[in-house]
């Protein structure tokens, strides 16, 4: 047994991505199957199986996986029970008073996770300093145990008022469902989130036990198999915060992995970035099923302390990623009115798209890039997939008779809708978070991520696009470079004058403590930790607040007023003046990892050019146009070639416009630098 491989695979909605390093030669290899939606743990036993790699060879597995997210919004999760402080039943279900889109008509909201009925309320009641003001009472929570018991609830979520300050209450909970219900999962919202805000930390309970008993069964299962197999290396999952942790940790606290899949392609960016020092990136990850966009900044992912998913809040650290249904199974379709839409439904990996020859009927993105000629049948995508040409006409004739269009033109506009969609993606995370832009270079990944991206960072102003090497399972690839992270926080209300104070002091310490404690017990010495500080600020008299990075330990509160003003104007635009207060303090734990060298690219000879391997006819802006066609595996470090061309490898296609030139970097890296104007003007 050589022991010197890591291995991550990314199971996502159509794929499932795997990209293996042998550590003793430096060699990176990649492959996609397709995924097993009725046993998603089936597609990962293929993905081991595709990477060549013996089980028993290797040393850490790194695994993402959509399943939670998945459940969430398909609402095929868990039956949840959710126990509240008497007289706060309804803080779940009744939320905040706050409506994300005010001038939308049509809003509905989205459906919750359960029922009044499934709420209960103990006699129990904190204050906000940890105090007891009403005693637990033993008889009310077996009352309210029974019940649950009796109804058959799968997982049970846990609230009390103000148990982030005293979590003794939950903890008896716990003690008392465990006794009336054996073996029923249950989820404490203090174990999750230590901050005030009892809706906010309750829907973070909830989701995480919505999402428990799915994961838990799926954990089990595909560790079971991997032990069969030989599998005795350490099993990491990354998670929405952008780090990853261990499978048995994710398996209690399966809420962290609702972003996992997205968050492998950040954290890869982020060290990519690194490795060709470019500092701001805006990401685009478009998979077989979903598009997922977000930003690196100064080298680092831009990270939200209290995201969200679907209204439903979720108060812990995670990426800042927006994702929209604009990928490559995407469905068009006519809509009531008769107008072209496409997405967010997809048609996955079964059947798939039509041009599959997997039985799906339906015409897709896919499609109709078969159809307007980037994708081609020259091609077969992973190598062994030979679409087929005359099934996508087939899928898209309908809707264009409908439309009295060519095929090609509704291929065309099929494939401007998704452009649009995805350019407003980035807007999201870019112009209306106080950003432009044009400050960026667009990296560009996933399967599909390569067919648009040419046109995305056009309409964008954005002038240089990147794309890495192995760009079809860059997510995987970035899972490779995921350290262990674990975060921490404390609500604390005191005046900004106050920070550096012996309280804050005692509650970082706390922290710190807890931190070194969890990553020793998984095996970092004490030279493999890092911890950062941070704190939540505000103006006092506000609500909300911006996270600040704050010095080590002894500092005094002089630096923050500074730093919390830049960090204001960055997100507001504006600043004001009057006193600021600190509202939560916050630790971020991480275990270093080894990562891996990227190989660098071989070099052509001076005096050789790289040479297309075919051309192919390209519907654009009304008229075909002959694209020469590249393999990227032929092309070497300082390559140059120019526009328009279709470069295609195993895992995925990347296309350039006339007026666009690629070059080839040192890593392999494509840089496509975007023409100021170009045919794709003339379309509009």
């Given at each position: 047994m050589?022991?010197?491989?890591?291995?991550?695979?990314?199971?996502?909605?159509?794929?499932?991505?795997?990209?293996?390093?042998?550590?003793?030669?430096?060699?990176?290899?990649?492959?996609?199957?397709?995924?097993?939606?009725?046993?998603?743990?089936?597609?990962?036993?293929?993905?081991?199986?595709a990477?060549?790699?013996?089980?028993?060879?290797?040393?850490?597995?790194?695994?993402g996986?959509?399943?939670?997210?998945?459940?969430?919004?398909?609402?095929?999760?868990?039956?949840?029970?959710v126990?509240?402080?008497?007289?706060?039943?309804?803080?779940?279900?009744?939320?905040?008073?706050?409506?994300?889109?005010?001038?939308?008509?049509?809003?509905?909201?989205?459906?919750?996770?359960?029922?009044?009925?499934?709420?209960?309320?103990?006699?129990?009641?904190?204050?906000?300093?940890?105090?007891?003001?009403?005693?637990?009472?033993?008889?009310?929570?077996?009352?309210?145990?029974?019940?649950?018991?009796?109804?058959?609830?799968?997982?049970?979520?846990?609230?009390?008022?103000?148990?982030?300050?005293?979590?003794?209450?939950?903890?008896?909970?716990?003690?008392?469902?465990?006794?009336e219900?054996?073996?029923?999962?249950?989820?404490?919202?203090?174990?999750?989130?230590?901050?005030?805000?009892?809706?906010?930390?309750?829907?973070?309970?909830?989701?995480?036990?919505?999402?428990?008993?799915?994961?838990?069964?799926?954990?089990d299962?595909?560790?079971?198999?991997?032990?069969?197999q030989?599998?005795?290396?350490k099993?990491?999952?990354?998670?929405?915060?952008?780090?990853?942790?261990?499978?048995?940790?994710?398996?209690?606290?399966?809420?962290?992995?609702?972003?996992?899949?997205?968050?492998?392609?950040?954290?890869?960016?982020?060290?990519?970035?690194?490795?060709?020092?470019?500092?701001?990136?805006?990401?685009i990850?478009?998979?077989?099923?979903?598009?997922?966009?977000?930003?690196?900044?100064?080298?680092?992912?831009?990270?939200?302390?209290?995201?969200?998913?679907?209204?439903?809040?979720?108060?812990?650290?995670?990426?800042?990623?927006?994702?929209?249904?604009?990928?490559?199974?995407?469905?068009?379709?006519?809509?009531?009115?008769?107008?072209?839409?496409?997405?967010?439904?997809?048609?996955?990996?079964?059947?798939?798209?039509?041009?599959?020859?997997?039985?799906?009927?339906?015409p897709?993105?896919?499609?109709?890039?078969?159809?307007?000629?980037?994708?081609?049948?020259?091609?077969?995508?992973?190598?062994?997939?030979?679409?087929?040409?005359?099934?996508?006409?087939?899928?898209?004739?309908?809707?264009?008779?409908?439309?009295?269009?060519?095929?090609?033109?509704?291929?065309?506009?099929?494939?401007?809708?998704?452009?649009?969609?995805?350019?407003?993606?980035?807007?999201?995370?870019?112009?209306?978070?106080?950003?432009?832009?044009?400050?960026?270079a667009?990296?560009?990944?996933?399967?599909?991520?390569?067919?648009?991206?040419?046109?995305?960072?056009?309409?964008?102003?954005?002038r240089?696009?990147?794309?890495?090497?192995?760009?079809?399972?860059f997510?995987a690839?970035?899972?490779?470079l995921?350290?262990?992270?674990?975060?921490f926080?404390?609500?604390?209300?005191?005046?900004?004058?106050?920070?550096?104070?012996?309280?804050?002091?005692?509650?970082?310490?706390?922290?710190?403590?807890?931190?070194?404690?969890?990553?020793?017990?998984?095996?970092?010495?004490?030279?493999?930790?890092?911890?950062?500080?941070?704190?939540?600020?505000?103006?006092?008299?506000?609500?909300?607040?911006?996270?600040?990075?704050?010095?080590?330990?002894?500092?005094?509160?002089?630096?923050?007023?500074?730093?919390?003003?830049?960090?204001?104007?960055?997100?507001?635009?504006?600043?004001?003046?009057?006193?600021?207060?600190?509202?939560t303090?916050?630790?971020?734990a991480?275990?270093?990892?080894?990562k891996?060298?990227?190989?660098?690219?071989?070099?052509?000879?001076?005096?050789?050019?790289?040479?297309?391997?075919?051309?192919?006819?390209?519907?654009?802006?009304?008229?075909?146009?002959?694209?020469?066609?590249?393999?990227?595996?032929?092309?070497?470090?300082?390559?140059?070639l120019?526009?328009?061309?279709?470069?295609?490898?195993?895992?995925?296609?990347?296309?350039?416009?006339?007026?666009?030139?690629?070059?080839?970097?040192?890593?392999?890296?494509?840089?496509?630098?975007?023409?100021?104007?170009?045919?794709?003007?003339?379309?509009?």
């Amino acid at each position: 047994m050589t022991e010197t491989v890591r291995l991550a695979v990314d199971v996502g909605g159509t794929f499932t991505d795997v990209v293996s390093l042998d550590e003793s030669t430096g060699r990176l290899e990649f492959a996609k199957v397709s995924t097993v939606p009725s046993d998603p743990s089936a597609g990962v036993l293929d993905a081991f199986a595709a990477s060549g790699v013996a089980v028993s060879d290797v040393d850490t597995f790194i695994h993402g996986t959509t399943l939670g997210l998945n459940a969430l919004l398909t609402r095929t999760g868990a039956r949840v029970a959710v126990v509240a402080t008497h007289g706060f039943r309804d803080v779940y279900l009744l939320g905040r008073t706050d409506r994300p889109m005010n001038y939308a008509i049509a809003y509905r909201k989205p459906p919750a996770l359960l029922e009044r009925a499934d709420t209960f309320e103990v006699v129990e009641r904190l204050r906000f300093d940890g105090s007891v003001e009403t005693e637990f009472s033993i008889e009310s929570a077996r009352e309210v145990a029974r019940v649950i018991a009796e109804r058959g609830y799968d997982a049970v979520a846990v609230g009390f008022l103000h148990a982030y300050a005293n979590p003794g209450h939950e903890q008896r909970m716990r003690e008392v469902l465990l006794e009336e219900a054996p073996g029923i999962m249950v989820s404490l919202s203090h174990e999750l989130s230590r901050e005030y805000r009892e809706y906010e930390r309750t829907s973070t309970a909830v989701l995480d036990a919505y999402t428990k008993p799915l994961v838990g069964r799926y954990l089990d299962v595909l560790s079971g198999a991997l032990d069969r197999q030989g599998f005795t290396g350490k099993f990491l999952m990354t998670h929405s915060g952008g780090g990853a942790m261990t499978a048995a940790a994710a398996k209690e606290q399966p809420v962290n992995l609702i972003l996992s899949g997205p968050a492998g392609g950040v954290i890869g960016a982020s060290a990519f970035s690194r490795l060709i020092e470019e500092p701001n990136l805006i990401t685009i990850d478009m998979g077989g099923t979903s598009l997922d966009a977000s930003l690196i900044v100064g080298h680092e992912p831009v990270v939200l302390v209290g995201g969200e998913f679907e209204q439903m809040p979720i108060n812990m650290p995670s990426l800042d990623i927006h994702t929209i249904g604009a990928g490559g199974g995407s469905v068009a379709y006519l809509d009531a009115a008769g107008a072209l839409q496409v997405g967010p439904r997809s048609a996955g990996a079964a059947p798939g798209p039509a041009s599959y020859n997997r039985g799906g009927e339906e015409p897709t993105f896919t499609d109709a890039a078969l159809c307007v000629g980037f994708l081609g049948t020259d091609a077969p995508l992973g190598g062994t997939l030979a679409l087929r040409d005359d099934l996508a006409r087939k899928a898209l004739t309908p809707i264009a008779t409908s439309l009295a269009m060519t095929v090609e033109d509704l291929a065309a506009g099929i494939l401007r809708i998704s452009t649009a969609k995805i350019v407003g993606a980035v807007r999201t995370i870019t112009v209306e978070a106080g950003r432009d832009p044009k400050d960026f270079a667009l990296l560009s990944f996933g399967g599909g991520g390569g067919l648009v991206s040419a046109d995305v960072a056009r309409e964008l102003g954005v002038r240089t696009v990147l794309v890495p090497p192995g760009q079809g399972a860059f997510s995987a690839l970035g899972m490779l470079l995921s350290d262990v992270q674990h975060s921490f926080a404390r609500t604390l209300l005191i005046p900004s004058s106050a920070m550096g104070g012996a309280e804050s002091e005692a509650r970082f310490g706390e922290m710190e403590h807890d931190a070194r404690r969890v990553l020793v017990a998984e095996g970092f010495a004490a030279d493999r930790q890092v911890l950062a500080r941070s704190v939540d600020a505000r103006y006092v008299g506000q609500e909300h607040t911006v996270t600040v990075a704050s010095p080590t330990e002894g500092a005094d509160g002089g630096w923050l007023e500074s730093a919390f003003t830049r960090e204001y104007q960055q997100k507001y635009g504006h600043t004001q003046s009057g006193p600021i207060e600190i509202t939560t303090v916050r630790v971020r734990a991480t275990g270093l990892v080894p990562k891996p060298d990227l190989p660098r690219a071989e070099a052509r000879p001076a005096s050789r050019r790289p040479a297309p391997v075919g051309r192919r006819k390209v519907y654009r802006a009304g008229r075909f146009v002959e694209y020469s066609r590249y393999a990227r595996e032929d092309l070497r470090a300082g390559d140059a070639l120019a526009g328009p061309a279709i470069i295609h490898e195993h895992t995925a296609t990347t296309v350039v416009h006339e007026g666009d030139t690629v070059s080839v970097g040192a890593y392999g890296q494509l840089t496509v630098s975007i023409a100021a104007t170009t045919d794709h003007k003339e379309e509009r």
